[in-house]
């Protein structure tokens, strides 16, 4: 009887175990929606023809991530999940010039907005998924 009763409690166990594995498993899977490949529309005027460049968020970790964005590697990254938009904001840099970017990502659609103090300039931005 003590075996059955034992054999009983490890078949109602192990369905348990495993559904809360794959549960746990299911979780860590999720991606974030910024992670990935994005085409920024640069336009300098509402009237232009669009200015591609590519934007690539690799990985978050916790509250920064890492990638690329117009050739140059992302720096000071930092990234605010605790609103119903993601935030992020990050600089770049090339030659001579630091620029600074921020922006948010909303229904599968970035919208920032760069600032560059030594060339006196800011222009805003837009960008889809690739």
């Not at 990254?77 to 090339?94: E, R, V």
């Amino acid at each position: 009887m003590k075996r059955k009763i034992a054999i009983i409690i490890l078949l109602l166990i192990v369905p348990f175990s495993v559904i809360a594995q794959n549960l746990a498993d299911n979780a860590t899977k999720k991606v974030n929606p910024l992670i990935g490949n994005w085409n920024i529309d640069l336009r300098p005027t509402p009237e232009a023809e669009g200015y591609f460049q590519p934007f690539e968020v690799k990985s978050i970790d916790g509250n920064t991530f890492n990638g690329t964005f117009y050739g140059s590697e992302i720096k000071n990254a930092l990234i605010n999940q605790n609103w119903p938009k993601i935030y992020f904001a990050f600089s770049t840099s090339d030659q001579s010039n630091e620029y600074y970017h921020s922006g948010y990502l909303e229904n599968d659609r970035l919208y920032g907005i760069t600032y560059c103090p030594s060339r006196e300039f800011t222009a805003p931005w837009t960008g889809t998924k690739k």
